[in-house]
């Protein structure tokens, strides 16, 4: 009885959930155009190892020095990733790229920054729709931390500490994401199952009697 029930529910409102739909449909694909090819956005990334020298004047027999030094290389791993995402990080790479005639923002340089870490080594990432200029601001920063990475560590109380460009930098295409691509049926879809829902708070409010067993 309940699904002949919904069956005329749907079958006496059937156009509000289209009508609905085609109107999310409508505005949004005015407002994402997804029939027009976007324009190409590049990712470059480098892969930066932090080293903290063992201390050679320890005594051996009471810990092994070697080790100390792997773990505190592992927290200063936390620390200096802040560093690379900070705003004085990008203020000078914009300044090393303001030698080369490139002018970019500090903070255009901090926003479009990304890092990971897994143990001793740091995962740096920048993301721009310029491919030029992102070699640029890569390559800066790569010369920043391995020209400058003695100051940093010294501002973090570290004595010792250096850090080595293990990979990169390396630029690639970055392809659509999942919101680019779903976004626009994800908005019709959802169009409809709201439609639905009006229909049924609609039959819920509406108190008129069309038949005997109403």
Known sequence: MELRAYWEILRRRWWLPLLLTLLVAAISALQL??????????????????GVLPATDAPTTAYDPRYYAWLTSEYLVDDFT??????????RVSARLADQAIELP????QGSAATGQQ????????????????????????AEI?????????????????????????????????RDRFEWPLRVGLGLLVGLGFIFLLEYLDTSVRNRRE
């Open 33 to 50: 155009r997804p029939w027009e090819a976007r324009p190409p956005s590049y990712s470059a990334s480098m892969r930066l190892l932090v």
């Open 82 to 91: 802040e560093v690379v995402r900070s705003g004085l990080f990008a203020q």
């Open 106 to 109: 500090s903070g255009v340089i």
């Open 119 to 142: 143990h001793r080594i740091i995962t740096l990432s920048f993301s721009w729709g310029n491919e030029v200029q992102l070699i640029a601001v890569a390559n800066a920063a790569a």
């Open 146 to 178: 391995t020209e400058n990475a003695a100051a940093y560590f010294q501002a973090l109380g570290t004595e010792g500490a250096g850090v080595t460009v293990l990979d990169g930098p390396t630029v690639g295409v970055v392809g659509p994401s999942l």
